[in-house]
């Protein structure tokens, strides 16, 4: 392996920019690329050796489950990746956010029966919450982050395979295409803009004021009274829900005296004024 900076080692970079400092896995020659990247970045995030693929996700799904933060696992392709969707299953049934990263063959061999040629993506795709083949290095920048985004939202798992040619394809110039995402930490907790932040207080007192009292002008006519709640929000959808009330009960109790006196009125024009109202 050359010193030059591939896919891998974006994808770890990736990795260690959310937080992540554990990993399992076991070594294939489907997953090498990777297992160079994490050994340069064996300071930042640490590897630990299993004996079975589906031992690394099971791991991966205890580590999410008693540490609240994403678990991560990797396995070689085919037999290897295959040995993950236990683990994978585990995790969607006990919402646990997990990230599987597995091996898939050379992408320009994919469909042609060669070696270890099983389109894993498919498999995986009914369990994992996430699921994305690899297309190059610079689609690793923005999966990745999809990929995590997605299991610490939505508890559970996601995957993504890696072509072995891709994991060792130069990513000087893998950057993301679509920018404005940035990296969390692993508890999932979004770091707002502090004018974001002041803009949604601001809308908050706006509506928290939008139910106001007429006044008189001073030409003495009256303003139109703006409906109650007229906003977004719960406090908003709550006040419509009471005018709504009150309104229908005015009617009810305007209904029932019109009802009475008619009652009333037939007495009297039949010359029974004084008989029983009910």
Known sequence: MSDERTASDVLVDRLVGWGVDTIFGLP??????????????RDDIRYIHVRHEEVAAMAAVGYAKF???????????????????????????????????????????????????????????????????????????????YAVRTALTDRGPSHLAFPIDFQAAPGKHAVALHLGRWPGNTHGRARLDQLVVERKLEQLREQRHGAVRHRRRPTGRRERQPEPGRGRGLRAARLRHVHRLRAGADLHARADRNRLLGRVLLRRSAGRAHAPLF
Do not use: W
Request: glycine content about 10%; some cysteine; hydrophobic content about 45%.
């Open 67 to 145: 540490t609240g933060k994403l678990g991560v696992c990797f396995a070689t392709a085919a037999p290897g990746a295959v040995h993950l969707m236990n683990g994978l299953l585990d995790a969607r049934l006990e919402q646990a956010p997990i990230l599987a990263i597995s091996g898939m063959t050379y992408h320009d061999l994919i469909g042609t029966s060669y070696l270890q040629d099983v389109n894993i993506d498919y498999l995986v795709n009914d369990v994992a919450l996430y699921n994305q083949r690899i297309m190059g290095p610079q689609h690793v920048t923005n999966v990745v982050d």
């Open 28 to 41: 294939g020659d489907g997953i090498n690329g990777l297992m160079e990247a994490l050994r340069r970045r």
